[in-house]
């Protein structure tokens, strides 16, 4: 609802993209994650400026899933467009200020719409698409290799699946005996362009997981206690995934109309403005 509010307000957003992961964030958020309270700014401060020999002080995101410390869990999100939907889960829990989001997608801000390194919640930025993991998976390793039990955890969309490097990095995780990293899969069926299986197919990809070397389970991606539970289904010494069978139009029905197309939600009249004001008076 607070993404549909934000929607409303700047007359479009990535709307789908919360339906279908709400669940999801909100469980490892509020149960699967070791994560220490925010020790980040409520208000998100003003984008830094990039590193560089001009002594520029840079901040990431990543103060906003706690501290980084022995034990304790590193986030990662991959896909940076669905940086609405995690801000708005930072905000659920208490670690951003609701007026963080008031500077969405302006000059100067932080809070950007393709969620950055400097983003709320963000650690590093996975460029384009799908370079994430790679990332994630090097300090997993190097985790690993100092002793330190915290893992960590990468927030995937399956459209990251029709990306060549997703399956190099899942190969290198599998022989080099990574086996502290937890991956959730948006598996929506959903990509820009339209539904997976008509832009290229990825199934059956529990199987092709497997096949890699890594584990794999598919769950319910709205049923929380099944996504919790997954997180512990794995082995001892391979890369895991977590497979969430999704609905991007989960909770808010009138998305259905714009199928197959629901990447991003602008609207187009004032009277189909006018049903999601009306839905959301309803639901809100």
Known sequence: ????????????????QACSSAEMLSTLY??????????????????????GTRGVSYVNGAGYNGP?????????????????ALYAVLIETGRMSPEGLEQFNKDGSSVEMIGGEHSPGFEAMGGALAQTLSQAAGLAWARGKTGDEGR???????????????????????????????????????????????????????ARIRAFGATAVTVDGHDPAAL?????????????????RTDPCRGVELLERRRPKLH??????PAEKAGYEAFFRERG
């Open 1 to 16: 609802m607070r993404v549909l509010e934000h929607c409303l307000k700047n007359d479009g957003g990535y709307l789908s």
């Open 30 to 51: 509020l149960k699967t994650l070791r994560l220490g309270p925010s020790v980040a700014p409520a208000v998100p401060l003003p984008f830094p400026g990039v590193p």
């Open 68 to 84: 980084v410390g022995p034990g304790l869990d590193r986030f990662f999100l991959s896909p940076a467009h669905y940086a609405l």
């Open 152 to 206: 960590v955890f990468v927030f995937l969309s399956d459209g990251e699946f029709q990306e060549g490097q997703t399956w190099e990095a899942i190969q290198a995780m599998v022989f080099h005996g990574i086996g502290n990293l937890i991956a959730y899969v948006d598996v929506n069926g959903q990509q820009c362009d339209g539904p997976m299986e008509e832009v290229m197919g990825i199934e059956p990809l529990d």
């Open 228 to 244: 919790d539970e997954a997180s512990r289904d794995k082995g001892p010494a391979a890369p895991h995934f977590v497979l969430c």
């Open 264 to 269: 991003y939600l602008r609207f187009t009249s």
